[in-house]
């Protein structure tokens, strides 16, 4: 199994860092908004934003999901949700409405922390208005898809051995 590079677990320490904050506001308001937004987009951005990912165009600067989604797909660095993801990319997830139906937009955001055991872990926020960590089965049917940023322009993986010691592969 390929060793995390530095870069990917950057994002993801970011977004650990933050776990079991509630309500968002530290990313809805950073992000622009005066009152509370649905956050989870404006949460992957902050995250993204503490990296330096947004000012070198590895990420977007995104509050609307369908944004997100446009975003990676229009540069080709897009997966489908079938796919087994790696850590440090942009889980994009389509659940099921009232109606039992999926309507095909995605309507939550979530970073992949790592890929074990057939699951994907993830960390999220707003889910359940709260920064939390989840997991879902690989393929599972409302993971719409993922976002796949080109980390390895910022880093290497011989940086990501003499930095951070390499986590459970």
Known sequence: EKIMSFVNR???????????NVGGEPYWSWYGFPSRVEWCACFVSWCADQCGYIDSGIMPRF???????????ARNLWLDG????????????????????????SDH??????????????????????????SYPIGYFEI???????????????????NAPVEGT
Do not use: H
Not at 63 to 73: A, M
Not at 87 to 98: L, R
């Open 144 to 162: 719409f898809g993922y976002g796949t940023p080109k980390y390895e322009s910022g880093g290497t993986e011989s940086d990501s051995e003499s």
């Open 10 to 20: 950057q994002i993801v320490d970011v977004a650990r860092s933050q776990l079991g």
């Open 82 to 105: 079938s796919a087994t993801p790696t850590s440090g990319m942009i889980i994009f997830f389509d659940w099921v409405d009232d109606d039992g139906t999926q309507d095909g937009n």
């Open 63 to 73: 509050s609307g999901c369908s944004q997100g989604v446009n975003w990676f797909q």
């Open 109 to 134: 955001v979530g970073i992949v922390e790592k890929v074990e055991g057939g699951r994907v872990y993830t960390i999220e926020g707003k889910s359940g208005d709260a920064c939390q960590q989840n």
